[in-house]
């Protein structure tokens, strides 16, 4: 144990983290020049084009150090959206150490402050490393003093480094030698292993990756999960190189994989902890948490007869990610669908991406909206996933709605925008402190809702790009709200419903009509789109009939030129959905996130 390092990287987004990852791996020999691609640890197809970590993964290393021994380096990747700060916060709890690193050309960011404090939360030691050095733009001397202000480091543990140049590669892994503790935990004690991720794959099931904290796990021994209480046969276990390398045991201090015939992701909880059924532990790994979607909305098939296909497909997406949770709901205007739960706006963006590209499933995405507790006067309190669901306002006695804990750092020149946004959004300042004469983080109280939508966008224009943030939820606060309804020739759709802050209802409700005017082609009659909050009218657009010939422009000439045409208009409806008599587009659904 004494020779093993696990340590993981954090790193605010697009600071460097893959690239020195794979750095890491190409100087300890893991990948072989054959194997080396471009940011290894991000296997998904997804994950590469988007240029993201999405999941969580770990890899192996084994690396001879200057002073002549061998070392097991278990790196372990962490992935880099809020979205994912649950597995985040379970995969840093799995190491010892942590690099920390920072652009030279953008200094300290949200989520450089943010993960270093749970790193800090852990205990783990930190390795401040100051990356792409070889730009022009770097600003070696100014960020080493953030840095040094930030953890209260000597300036000469900074390591400087280039992901691309490799240079500080060798200095880095010496680092981890010499500054990360080696493991602690009883080989010899009752089995106790974090589960700090989970991979589905279609001919094995589920892989668990664990780092085991006490005890040895070993092949073919019947093991327990501590929270969920199942059972089931450790089929496989070994340690995790570029591919899995099967062992008969994995002891205390290492990490490694389980295959155990799982069929389904929802069976394996991150945070959840191994144990085994002969000598069982008495307590789980502490932070276990129950991962809660966060964000909601209505998926719809764009063809009404492929609900089923669709929910074959929901279900299929649910083995290999257990953070979606779907129920069947109908809804007036877009017929029968599924209310989806997603961890995050991100998250909902891959789930949409994902049931095209692998299941080839065209769908319209309601608004997003989060979950909100309604207490009835009769006392109960209901959980809201869709603001069609809202009882009677005579019936409601309180509604309350999540909260956030924002964290701001901002040029000081930005300063008073980003205070006047985050008030806009109803935010409270609590906080504000100066990192350096010219950068200061501000931390506010706001409600999810508010952020959901537009909130990031916002925040990058009105501070030039310079603002970063990051932020986790608070639990529940009541707050004044209303549904706001839209109307489309005086049917309510119900897939448009909206509850909204009640001062802001109005110009919502304004601003709402404006943009469906906007969205909604013009058709063979007037269609009029109203605001309402229960039977008051609060705002009114009207799209203006049109008797439009699509071929007209092709003058009756060229008949090849005519079918295209006429083909391509199909395919431009395909996303559309009848409402009543009145044409519907995709966009009109999701007109709230494009409202300025
Ligand atoms: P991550 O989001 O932290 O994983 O960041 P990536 O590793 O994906 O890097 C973000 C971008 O910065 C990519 O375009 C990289 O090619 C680039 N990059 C990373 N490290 C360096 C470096 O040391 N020097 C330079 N010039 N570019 C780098
Ligand atoms: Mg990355």
Redesign the pocket.
Known sequence: MKNIRNFCII?H????????ADRLLEYTKTITEREQQA?VLDNMELEREK???IKSHAIQMDYTAQNGERYVLNLIDTP?HVDFSYEVSRAIASCEGALLIVDATQGIQAQTISNLYLALGNDLEIIPVL??I??DAAMVDEVKDQIVDLIGCDRDEIIAA???TGQGVEDILEAIVARCPAPKGDEDAPLQALIFDSVFNSFRGVIAYFRVMNGTIRKGERVKFFNSGKEYDADEVGVLKLKMVQRNEVRAGDVGYIISGIKSSADVQVGDTITSVANPCTTGIEGFEEVKPMVFAGVYPVENDEYEELRASLEKLRLNDASLTFEPESSLALGFGFRCGFLGLLHMEIIQERLYREFDMDVITTVPNVSYNVYTSKGDMISIHNPSGLPEPTLVDRIEEPYIHAQIITKTDYLGNVIKLCMEKRGTLKSQNFLTTDRVEVNFEMPLAEIVFDFYDKLKSISRGYASFDYHQIGYKISALAKLDILLNSEPVDALSALIYKDHAYDFGRKMCEKLKELIPRQQFDIAIQAAIGAKIIARETVKAVRKDVTAKCYGGDITRKRKLLEKQKKGKKRMRQVGNVEVPQSAFLAVLKMD
């Open positions: 790193a987004i697009d600071h460097g983290k893959s690239t020195l940011q240029g993201i970590t880099g990356n792409k070889d730009m280039s992901g691309k």
